[in-house]
């Protein structure tokens, strides 16, 4: 039976879906860090996106001189859209105060015939939330592999009005951006953001009208291999780190959602490779039988009380 479990720790809380193994929320001093749900998500709030981030363009790709269509879950685009395991239960394997720790064997099938063993840990402490994941092939040929998260981060009021009044910046430590076609397909190789509208470079900008639906790469690091991305408001910023596993960022500014959620939140959704990984090939992972592979990335918060 679907479950939601309740972490602590210090003035931090929070909750993990077994449906899905995804984030439901993410608290400091009862104020969300997160774009909260509680029975059913919207727009992949908090999911976790695996065997692949992002799409699969046409719904179909080739791998090791076969070809395997999945089934089209943006009809839109025409797309297979993040993955096979956010509608899965996910098996609790430890449960503390503090953290928990799912698991989920899948089975592979038509379209994605590669058997799969995932596990994810969520951590409080008092920096925040980390969320460690590994994946280990459990089947006899090489699979493909992607991965990526899908948490919004909020600063307690919707974007759209703090940006209105520039109160809402927003700090990407990336050198390129992935343009795109209109089905949000990569078009050609990354290109510098240099001068341009996606140059969100630290100390970051005003946030304004700007619109992203974009994959961001080239991300600077601190010593310890971290990428940060920062959204700061009027009392206090919310950043969203990740490490070397995840080479990718992407931003979705929710300009396509409807009424009060549109422009609320930003997606910031780690990923290990890019939109259309799958056909490109481009980052990636090709999991030997037996092999695995590790990933963390985690949400923090600062200058609650005072300016950011």
């Known amino acids: 039976m679907p479950e939601v479990l309740e972490l602590r720790h210090g003035d931090h809380r929070a909750t993990?879906?077994?449906?899905?193994?995804?984030?439901?929320?993410?608290?400091?001093?009862?104020?969300?860090?997160?774009?909260?749900?509680?029975?059913?998500p919207e727009a992949f709030q908090g999911?976790?996106?695996?065997?692949?981030?992002?799409?699969?363009?046409?719904?179909?790709?080739?791998?090791?001189?076969?070809?395997?269509?999945?089934?089209?879950?943006?009809?839109?685009?025409?797309?297979?859209l993040h993955g096979l395991v956010h509608d899965v239960v996910w098996e609790p394997l430890a449960v503390a105060g503090h953290e928990v720790r799912l698991g989920t064997d899948l089975r592979g099938g038509e379209g994605y015939p590669f058997p799969l063993r995932l596990e994810i840990g969520y951590r409080l402490?008092?920096?925040?939330?980390?969320?460690?994941?590994?994946?280990?092939?459990?089947?006899?040929?090489?699979?493909?592999?992607?991965?990526?998260?899908?948490?919004?981060?909020?600063?307690?009021?919707?974007?759209?009005?703090?940006?209105?009044?520039?109160?809402?910046?927003l700090?990407?430590?990336?050198?390129?951006?992935?343009?795109?076609?209109?089905?949000?397909?990569?078009?050609?190789?990354?290109?510098?953001?240099?001068?341009?509208v996606f140059d969100l470079r630290p100390p970051g900008r005003a946030m304004g009208g700007t619109v992203l639906d974009t994959a961001f790469t080239g991300l600077e690091r601190d010593g310890d291999g971290r990428a940060w991305v920062w959204l700061s408001g009027p009392d206090h910023r919310v950043g969203l780190w990740c490490d070397r596993s995840f080479g990718w960022l992407q931003l979705f500014s929710a300009?396509?959602?409807?009424?009060?959620?549109?422009?609320?939140?930003?997606?910031?959704?780690p990923m290990t490779c890019p939109p259309d990984a799958f056909n490109s090939g481009t980052g990636l992972i090709r999991l030997a039988?037996?092999?695995?592979?590790?990933?963390?990335?985690?949400?923090?918060?600062?200058?609650?009380?005072?300016?950011?």
């Open 16 to 40: 993990v879906h077994t449906t899905g193994a995804a984030l439901g929320s993410l608290t400091r001093e009862g104020r969300d860090l997160v774009w909260p749900y509680e029975r059913r």
């Open 47 to 80: 999911q976790v996106l695996a065997p692949w981030p992002n799409r699969v363009g046409g719904a179909r790709y080739r791998f090791e001189g076969d070809e395997y269509r999945l089934a089209v879950t943006e009809p839109g685009t025409g797309a297979a």
């Open 125 to 169: 402490d008092e920096a925040g939330l980390t969320v460690t994941t590994e994946a280990a092939n459990t089947g006899t040929d090489t699979a493909p592999f992607g991965l990526g998260f899908h948490p919004y981060l909020t600063l307690g009021a919707p974007l759209r009005d703090l940006a209105a009044r520039d109160a809402a910046h």
């Open 171 to 196: 700090s990407v430590p990336a050198r390129t951006y992935q343009p795109a076609d209109d089905r949000l397909l990569p078009v050609g190789d990354p290109v510098p953001v240099e001068g341009g």
């Open 255 to 269: 300009d396509t959602l409807d009424g009060g959620d549109r422009r609320a939140h930003l997606a910031v959704e």
């Open 289 to 308: 039988p037996g092999e695995r592979t590790r990933h963390t990335f985690g949400i923090t918060s600062a200058g609650f009380g005072t300016p950011s």
